[in-house]
């Protein structure tokens, strides 16, 4: 049925966004392809991806906007797509035309033919590319079953770049995170996991970081609450923030300097996160 790759899309995009080490608020992307009846009745190959900037964790089907196939692969031919053309053609490929906005990194989606596919900004995978050496660490953690790729801003030639790559496992994007593809919804998810796992227990193998020695004073409940309020009223809109702490462990390194000059450390960080935290 053709609904049905929608609703497993949303199903296993929700799963994946409620794990935080995977995606954080509004990273990754997620698709699904299949065929719908077009305004005129006519069966149509879609292709469902994330919106962008949508939560997968929250995200229901209208955060998934379709786009007719056909048109997203006739690009494939192109040499060159600057983002802005892009976009236009992107947009102009939507089913429904005041649809979200599509991912960016929809063509990346659209030219690989699995069914599904999950791509995630994985804590693991990027641990395993953030440093000089990112390829041979992915080597010894994956053998040769899944390509590396090295740093490219997503867009268009990503997206063809990786096209190219459909016959291995999966892809490890460097500083950035992980693509895998099946047919089906289900073993699409467990290799996310699988991958994933793989790289973790890589990473449990390697040289722990010294345990702290320096620890930052913690602001009081009271300090924490005028923070936010402050913060708030400086944002001049209502915008409901919180407070996470799963840095927390960095930021009492004593050498915290230092990792701060490594500068950000994955797109995540540099979209959302930022390598400064809070200190007293
Ligand atoms: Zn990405």
Redesign the pocket.
Known sequence: MIEQELTHLVLRSKKIGADQSLVVYGG?NTSAKGRIKDYLGRDRDVLWVKGSGADMQYGEAVDYPALYLEELLALHKSDELDDDTMVDYVTRALVDPSARRPSI?TLLHAFLPARHID?V?ADAICALTNHEDGESAVREAFGKGFAYVEWIR?GFHLSKLVSGLKDYEGVILAH??LIVWDDNSDKCYQKTLDAVATAEKYLATLRKPPQAEFKHNDLSDAQIMELLLTLRGKIGKKQVLRRDSRLRAIADRSDLSTVLDAGAAS?DHMLRIRPWSIQT
């Open positions: 990754g990194e791509h900004h997503p950035h995170g797109a």
